[in-house]
């Protein structure tokens, strides 16, 4: 497999055309910051996301040894229809989030396939071409993550390394831990070495394998 990185304008107008993924539908927040994607970097746009956890995060690893915690997020755009007075399904966007350090540790043992999550971080556009077909798709790192308040009630529990770092801010020690460039990438399906890909045929990054198919998560957990 062989992986091609372009200009984050030129990436998002090959997407929007093939209809792969909507750059910004109702739950998707983003910067206007333009940014140039390269190999091992990511772009520097900040986005905010609101969707539902396809599988149970799974546990991966930087060169380093450092932990990720790796899941794929969908993301459906929501109407309300005046006219038959009920919500509607729009279009649905699937992102490969990967988190870091102490941050990652924490969602392992917090997040669970289906739950209504929010995930705040830095997007990558990436491009990937097989012998059989090519495409985009996009990848997030995580810097901040919590439930949905809408569709449940959660409980919050200071993490044992959080209490005794004392830290002024709660994302200070997941900030320090997370890798730049290429380490930071070390994740299945980033690399042609690693031939697994979704269910749809394209590579994930996120490692995730025998997946529920991802519109039905989508679909049955929306809280509306």
Do not use: C
Not at 4 to 10: D, E, F, I, N, V
């Amino acid at each position: 497999m062989r992986l091609l990185h372009r200009s984050a304008s030129a990436a998002a107008a090959r997407i929007s055309h093939r209809g792969i993924l909507a750059m910004a539908p109702a739950s998707v927040g983003h910067t206007d910051a333009g940014a140039h994607i390269e190999r091992g970097h990511i772009m520097s746009d900040h986005i905010t996301l609101v969707g539902n956890v396809v599988g149970d995060p799974e546990e991966r690893a930087t060169r380093g040894g450092d932990p990720i915690a790796a899941f794929r997020l969908a993301v459906s755009e929501r109407r309300f229809d005046r006219e038959r007075g009920q919500w509607i399904d729009g279009h649905t966007n699937y992102y490969a989030v990967s988190v870091f350090g102490e941050l990652g540790r924490n969602a392992l043992e917090s997040l669970h396939k289906g739950e209504r999550v929010i995930v705040a971080g830095r997007p990558r556009l990436r491009e990937w071409e097989t012998d059989a077909k090519r495409g985009v798709s996009a990848d997030v790192t995580a810097d901040a993550i919590g439930h949905d308040l809408r569709w449940g009630v959660s409980t919050f529990r200071r993490s044992a390394k959080a209490g005794a770092t004392g830290a002024a801010h709660p994302d200070e020690p997941a900030a320090r831990e997370t890798p730049n460039g290429a380490e930071a990438w070390n994740v299945p399906g980033d690399t042609p070495a690693d031939p697994r890909a979704s269910a749809d045929g394209i590579p994930d990054a996120a490692g995730e394998r025998g997946a529920t198919p991802l519109v039905e998560v989508a679909a049955d957990a929306t809280p509306f």
